[in-house]
Each structure stands twice: as C-alpha cells, then as structure tokens.
C-alpha cells in the first residue's frame, strides 16, 4: 500500500518545521522531531492514537507501552520502551508513552525511519562525550542530575558514565570529588529507603 498521506502536504509540513527549529538533521538524511510538533501532525492529519500499559516495574526504571494510531481507517501499531539502558528521566511510563504515540504517528505518515521523535533519542546529557576534558563546573549538573534520578539503576548509569571525569577530579580537586561521591550516597539511601 501506498502512502496514505498526501506527500506535498507533508512534505511542506516537514520542511517548515526543519526551518522554524521543530526538527533537525541528527544524521546523514535522517531527522528528530520534537514531541508537539508530532502532536501538531497528529491533530492536522487527524490521526487518533490510543496508548496502552504494557509492561510497568517502576522500581526497576522499566516500561513498555503498545500505542495504536488509527489514520483514514488504518491501525498501525507499535511500542514505546524505557529502561535505565535508554532512560533518565524520572517518569518513565509518560516517556513510554510519549515514545510509542510519536512511533504510532510517524509510522501512520510514513515517516518513520527518517524521523524520529526526540523522545526516542539519547538523552544529550547521556553523551559520553561530556567527558572529554575535566570541566570543573560539570559538577553541579552532575549534582542536579543525582537529585533529579528516580532509581537505583539509573543511579549506577550515572556514576558510571563520568567515572573517568570523577576519577580526574578526584586527583585535581577533592574538594568537589567528595562532594559528588556524598552526593550519589546519600541518594543511594534515600533510593533504597534508608
């Protein structure tokens, strides 16, 4: 089956988002679209999305949301996934959501596999790359992240990305290393309840 959209139209659509900032390139042809443009889509092409509850562990970060988009008659269907492997913000269920409706969107335009809601990409905070160097400000983002962190896995996530930067501030300024490493402990009990 064709596309079930009238390409000029979306194909406008997409083009005055790429210029008004409500998507980007993110690779060779592929793009990112925020969450409320894909919202905007949705209510402009009347496409209905339904989301239900798959899989919920809250205490372990984990979720899964089935999302079905009824467009002209057809259902399309997809998941929505978060787990601390792909997740760090602290409410997983509506990010599964988000993830699975976008998914259902995209795919009902067809879309998706070019672009890809923001929601489904790596949190930019997550990139390895922030530790690069020793910036000794990254210390209160790294505070604020430990404050902001619902579970223990996400947690351990943390920790892990920026051993290497922990490691070099610890040498260059104790100080502030302790102070994180208090941090991530006293988040740790309040996580587990103690």
């Given at each position: 089956m064709g596309k079930v959209v009238d390409i000029k139209n979306i194909n406008t659509d997409l083009a005055s988002l790429r210029s008004n900032g409500g998507m980007w390139q993110i690779?060779?042809?592929?793009?990112?679209?925020?969450?409320?443009?894909?919202?905007?889509?949705?209510?402009?092409?009347?496409?209905?999305?339904?989301?239900?509850?798959?899989?919920?562990?809250?205490?372990?970060?984990?979720?899964?949301v089935k999302a079905v988009a009824i467009f002209k008659g057809k259902k399309y269907i997809t998941f929505g996934e978060v787990s601390p492997l792909n997740n760090d913000y602290m409410y997983p269920v509506a990010v599964a959501e988000k993830r699975a409706a976008d998914r259902a969107i995209l795919k009902a335009l067809g879309i998706h596999g070019q672009v890809y809601s923001n929601e489904e990409l790596p949190n930019l905070k997550n990139n390895n790359n922030e530790n690069v160097g020793l910036d000794l400000n990254k210390k209160s983002i790294i505070l604020e992240r430990i404050k902001n962190i619902a579970s223990q896995a996400n947690l351990d996530q943390l920790a892990s990305q920026n051993k290497k930067y922990l490691t070099e501030l610890k040498t260059k300024d104790s100080k502030k290393f302790d102070e994180i490493v208090k941090a991530f402990k006293d988040r740790k009990q309040q996580l587990i309840g103690g």
């Open positions: 690779d060779n042809g592929k793009f990112a679209i925020k969450h409320f443009e894909i919202e905007k889509l949705a209510d402009k092409y009347q496409i209905e999305v339904e989301p239900f509850l798959q899989s919920c562990n809250l205490e372990k970060g984990c979720v899964v």
